[in-house]
């Protein structure tokens, strides 16, 4: 499985941005999506996962309203709509890949990572 993540760049506060991750998967309807960001000098940390149906959705609580995560599984590909941006939310976002987990919050559940995009929030 490899993934592409686009979509990141430089906003002002209060802007909005959509984060796509493009798969090339056998059977992407197989698995479960995530979104993880890690900023500068802090850990990887969650902050959203999709089912391999898009029926259930699971989100940081530090996103929760402001982000929300889809799927296309004809496209093989994985949104994360990001609303009210905020300087705290700068980091590089990472999408990834869970082949066997149901939506796993912990970055070592995930199989696959895309090269990450990089969310710069100007205040």
């Known amino acids: 499985v490899q993934l592409q993540a686009s979509g990141g760049g430089l906003v002002q506060t209060g802007c909005s941005l959509r984060l796509s991750c493009a798969a090339s998967?056998?059977?992407?309807?197989?698995?479960?999506m995530g979104w993880f960001r890690q900023a500068p000098g802090k850990d990887r940390e969650f902050v959203s996962a999709?089912?391999?149906?898009?029926?259930?959705?699971n989100y940081a609580d530090s996103v929760k309203g402001r982000f929300t995560i889809s799927r296309d599984n004809a496209k093989n590909t994985v949104y994360l709509q990001m609303n009210s941006l905020k300087p705290e939310v700068t980091a590089v976002y990472y999408c990834a890949a869970d082949q066997f987990s149901s939506i796993a919050t912990k970055a070592y559940e995930y199989d696959y990572w895309g090269q990450g995009t990089q969310v710069t929030v100007s205040s």
């Open positions: 998967a056998p059977i992407f309807s197989s698995i479960v």
């Open positions: 999709i089912s391999r149906s898009g029926g259930i959705t």
